[in-house]
């Protein structure tokens, strides 16, 4: 069996496409049910995001299962494959395995580092499992690929540091107050950029959001979305001495926060400091706000600064983390080729239980007279001893399988044991995993 991942991203696929393949919460149970009734694939984990849609799956033939989930990305998505094919990938293998650990620590994603990722990759892995058609070899590849993400993350510095203005603001905010906790923020204009700061400085801690907006209308309406209150424009000034945060981004052709304003809020605010995000071009706020007292002013250049820097620290960092990726994808391939020789060890495992029986049975039927209590120690010692001898050589050809150096080791076991003529299958499932050590003899007392 081998492990495919088929998808597009921001990479390949422009947004228009990216959001026409994308499935909702509501549309994942439908896909999955199908993707379950693929006969070309074992296993499957679908990962949508606003940035890429990918299928991972277990197979035999990689080719007729790429077609087969083509087949109904098309059929669930109403688009031709003519219209998908171009933005598609395709890997296989190993390069499969590494594609899905660097997803899921953030090394392929838009932002270099973001950590949103790993638990959008942990809930696919867990609604595919809840659907019924995750098995062994996904079960063991999505654990492997979440431990990889998360030793990337928290072993190297690849998301640390604000990497979009917004998050810049913040870091900047909490480095000057210490703590959000209970600060006044107050946004001057209602863009996205300025939305998503104050959503931002919302989950650090701040208690109280004020919006002003010429337009009242768009200040009320965003003031709905942040639990806010508007504010008209003309009226910033009477409020800047309760404030501790400002963003500002209107696109006004002057200043709407003037120094004189400023320097008066201050007087009111006893040493109280403030930190003003200047957003906008032209520039909102006078910058000779920033020569004031207690004043921290930053210009949208000042944040993309901090961005860049940030930036490039992570790109230093990746070097380390793919490092860490390699480490658990090789751990991961080992595991795989262990699954080569598990029939073997099986077939060996039940032949030697077999015998054990068989043994055990004429042996206490010569006994007549023992005590149940005696049967048992008797059955213990024959199943201790039958464990210890086939542990050593069972993890010996285990560990050789995971070098890729097990199969004359394997075909000498099955003939050395007449395990059978036909070589063992390495498809991963249900007749191949590896078989327990023999039974307890509580299991199987009286039984011989």
Request: aromatic content about 4%; some cysteine.
């Amino acid at each position: 069996m081998q492990i495919i991942a088929l998808g597009l991203s921001h990479r390949t696929a422009p947004v228009e496409l990216r959001e026409h393949l994308a499935f909702g919460p509501q549309e994942l149970p439908l896909a999955l049910a199908r993707l379950k009734r693929l006969p070309e694939v074992a296993e499957a984990v679908l990962v949508s995001t606003c940035n890429r849609t990918e299928l991972y799956a277990v197979c035999a033939d990689p080719r007729a299962a790429a077609k087969a989930l083509l087949a109904v990305l098309v059929e669930l998505k109403g688009i031709s494959a003519d219209a998908i094919r171009p933005a598609l990938y395709q890997h296989e293998g190993a390069a499969a395995t590494v594609h899905l650990f660097r997803v899921a620590a953030g090394l392929d994603s838009m932002i270099l580092g973001e950590t949103q990722i790993l638990g959008q990759v942990r809930d696919a892995y867990h609604q595919a499992n809840q659907a019924g058609i995750v098995g062994k070899v996904m079960h063991h590849l999505m654990h492997q690929a979440l431990s990889a993400a998360k030793r990337a993350q928290t072993e190297t510095g690849i998301s640390a540091g604000a990497a979009s203005v917004s998050y810049a603001a913040v870091d900047l905010a909490k480095k000057l107050f210490q703590t959000l906790q209970g600060r006044t923020v107050m946004a001057i204009g209602a863009g996205e950029t300025a939305k998503l700061t104050v959503k931002h400085l919302q989950s650090a801690g701040a208690a109280r959001i004020l919006v002003a907006n010429r337009t009242l209308e768009r200040a009320q309406r965003l003031a709905d979305q942040v639990g806010g209150v508007p504010v008209p424009l003309e009226e910033v000034p009477r409020h800047l001495p309760q404030v501790d945060v400002i963003i500002s981004s209107t696109g006004a052709p002057g200043y709407v926060v003037h120094r004189r304003d400023l320097e008066e809020a201050m007087r009111h605010r006893r040493g109280r400091p403030v930190f003003l995000f200047d957003i906008a071009v032209p520039r909102d706020i006078d910058p000779d706000c920033n020569r004031l007292d207690g004043v921290f002013l930053y210009d949208i250049d000042d944040l993309q600064q901090v961005v860049a820097q940030n930036l490039l620290e992570r790109t230093r960092e990746a070097k380390r983390a793919e490092g860490i990726i390699g480490e658990e994808m090789n751990r991961f391939q080992g595991w795989l080729r262990s699954l080569k020789v598990v029939p073997t060890i099986r077939l060996l495992r039940d032949k030697v239980e077999a015998v054990r029986r068989e043994e055990l049975a004429r042996a206490l039927n010569r006994l007549p007279d023992l005590s149940e209590r005696e049967r048992q120690v008797i059955e213990a010692m024959t199943v201790t001893l039958v464990n210890k001898i086939l542990n050593e050589p069972t993890q010996r050809l285990k560990g050789m399988a995971e070098q890729g150096e097990a199969g004359p080791a394997a075909e000498a076991v099955q003939k050395l044991f007449a395990l059978g003529d036909e070589p063992p299958s390495d498809a991963p499932g249900r007749d191949d995993e590896e078989a327990p050590p023999v039974p307890s003899p509580r299991a199987v007392t009286g039984q011989g």
